[in-house]
């Protein structure tokens, strides 16, 4: 199984959590294949500071991106049919989870209650 990192501990990393930094450190170092889904680029930019979009870049290319397919859309869909009214998750944590569901890859989040999914592993790492 590889690992899929949510939005949540990017953003810590960069605002200098060190928990987040050696986490990430751990993750190489424990799998394969380290993900992300481009929806999570997206969140990334939409929220940086002035002179960030380089830094994003850089901390990004560490990591292999989840593009989003026909597969993953699909897959979005069917968890927001299921669980946006009972669970009130919302169209990026879905295509979030699909892209985990997807690789196979165990989804690390900080907000576990977006991802009700029992498909998917979701685990809170700190």
């Known amino acids: 199984m590889d690992a899929l990192i949510d939005s949540n501990i990017f953003v810590d990393h960069l605002r200098g959590k060190g928990e987040a930094t050696e986490f990430l450190k751990w993750c190489i170092d ?3 294949t380290v ?4 929806i999570t680029r997206i969140e990334l930019m939409a929220g940086m500071r002035k002179g ?3 830094i994003i870049d850089r901390l990004l290319n560490v990591f292999e991106a989840v593009e ?3 597969l ?3 897959a979005a869909g069917l968890y927001m049919n299921k669980y946006a009214k009972s669970h009130g998750i919302n169209t990026p944590d879905a295509i979030i989870a699909a892209s985990a569901q997807h690789k196979n890859a165990c ?3 900080l907000n576990l209650k977006h991802f009700p999914m029992k498909d998917i592993k979701a685990v809170k790492p700190y």
Do not use: R
């Open 30 to 32: 424990k799998y394969g």
């Open 35 to 38: 993900y992300y889904s481009v």
């Open 52 to 54: 960030e979009e380089e």
């Open 68 to 70: 989003v397919t026909g």
């Open 72 to 74: 993953i859309a699909n």
């Open 107 to 109: 989804l690390y989040s």
